[in-house]
C-alpha cells in the first residue's frame, strides 16, 4: 500500500509574498499576456468613471477656464431637480416590477423547455430569438405596436375599452412605465430562462428519482430541492438584470422622449440637449446611476458570498 507523503510547514516560517510567488510559480509571463487586457480596461472604463467623477465636482466643465472646484453642488443641484427626482422614481418602479415579472416567467419557462419533449432543442433557440434584438430595435418595434392608430396593441386595448378610441398606452406617464415594462419583460426574459435553464441542468436528475422514492410532490420538490440548488443562478441572474434596469436608457428614450425620462436619459438630455449650466449636474445624475448600480452590485456579491461560505 502505498504511503502518502504530507509536507508540513513550520509554524514559524512566513507564508511566501506576492512578489514571491510571481517570481518562483509562473513568471511574469501570464501578467504579461494579461497586460493589453487590463490597459484596454483603463483606457475604456477606468479613465472614463474616474474622469466623469472629477467632472462632477467641477462648476463649469465646459467653460473657457475649465471650471473651478465646486464640492457637492452639482449633486445638489441634480437632486434639486425635479425632473430628475421623479425619474428615479420612474426607474425604481420599473427595476422591480420587471426584474420580478422576468425572474418569474424565466423560472416558469425554464422548467418547462427543461423537461423532455419533442422539438426541445428548436423551441430553446426560438425563446432566444427576443433576446438577440438590439433594445432600440425593440423600442420602436414595439412603438409601432402601442400606436394610436394602427398598433395592434392600442387596437386591442381599446377594443377592450381599457383605453378611449385614438388613445395610445404611451400617452400617460404610467401608461410609458407600463409600456417599457411589457417590453423588457418580452425582451429580457428569454436571458433569465437561459441562466436559469443552465441551473437546472447541473442539479442530477438523481435527486429528484430519490425525492420521488421518498413520496414528495413537485411542489416540495421545487421548494426544497430546485430553488436552494438555484440560489447562486438566480443571484447572479438578479445582479446583472438589476443593473440593467438601474441603467435602462432606450425604451424611456423610445417611449418617453423628455416627458417619462429615466434617471439615465434625464442625465443624457441634461449633459447633450440642455444648456452649458445642465451639463455639470448632468454628470452628476449620470455618476449617481454609477453609484447606485456599484451598491446593487456589493450587496448581490456579499450575497453570493455568504451562500458560498453555507456551501463551503
Not at 410532490?217 to 438601474?246: C, E, G, H, K, V
Not at 449650466?277 to 446611476?289: H, K, L, N, Q, T
Not at 448600480?293 to 461560505?309: P, Q
Amino acid at each position: 500500500m502505498a504511503s502518502q507523503v504530507v509536507e508540513t510547514v513550520p509554524e514559524n516560517e512566513k507564508p511566501p509574498t506576492l512578489l514571491a510567488r510571481i517570481r518562483t510559480e509562473s513568471g511574469f509571463l501570464p501578467y504579461i499576456l494579461v497586460l493589453p487586457t487590463i490597459l484596454l480596461i483603463l483606457v475604456v472604463a477606468v479613465y472614463p468613471i474616474l474622469n466623469s467623477v472629477y467632472l462632477s465636482f467641477i462648476s463649469d466643465p465646459l467653460g473657457a477656464t475649465g471650471g473651478a472646484f465646486a464640492g457637492f453642488a452639482n449633486y445638489v443641484a441634480a437632486w434639486n431637480d425635479s425632473a430628475f427626482r421623479t425619474s428615479f422614481g420612474t426607474t425604481i418602479v420599473f427595476g422591480i416590477i420587471s426584474v420580478i415579472l422576468e425572474t418569474f416567467f424565466g423560472m416558469l419557462i425554464a422548467l418547462l423547455i427543461n423537461q423532455a419533449f419533442p422539438g426541445r432543442g428548436l423551441v430553446r433557440a426560438a425563446i432566444l430569438v427576443p433576446w438577440a434584438f438590439p433594445t432600440i430595435v425593440s423600442a420602436y418595434m414595439w412603438l409601432l405596436m402601442y400606436n394610436d392608430q394602427t398598433g395592434i396593441v392600442s387596437y386591442i386595448l381599446q377594443g377592450l375599452h381599457l383605453l378611449a378610441p385614438g388613445s395610445s398606452l404611451i400617452q400617460s406617464t404610467s401608461g410609458v412605465i407600463i409600456a417599457s415594462i411589457i417590453t423588457d419583460v418580452w425582451k429580457t426574459t428569454p436571458f433569465m430562462t437561459l441562466l436559469i435553464l443552465a441551473g437546472l441542468q447541473v442539479i442530477p436528475g438523481e435527486l429528484y428519482e430519490a425525492a420521488h422514492v421518498d413520496g414528495c410532490s413537485r411542489w416540495q420538490q421545487f421548494w426544497r430541492m430546485t430553488m436552494p440548488m438555484l440560489r447562486n443562478t438566480l443571484l447572479i441572474a438578479l445582479l446583472f438584470r438589476s443593473l440593467d434596469a438601474i441603467r435602462v436608457f432606450d425604451l424611456f428614450y423610445a417611449f418617453g422622449k423628455r416627458s417619462v425620462p429615466s434617471m439615465a436619459s434625464q442625465a443624457d438630455f441634461n449633459m447633450f440637449a440642455g444648456t452649458n449650466a445642465d451639463f455639470a449636474p448632468g454628470i452628476a445624475e449620470a455618476v449617481i446611476v454609477f453609484a447606485l448600480g456599484l451598491v446593487i452590485s456589493i450587496i448581490f456579491v456579499s450575497m453570493m458570498r455568504g451562500v458560498f461560505k453555507d456551501n463551503d
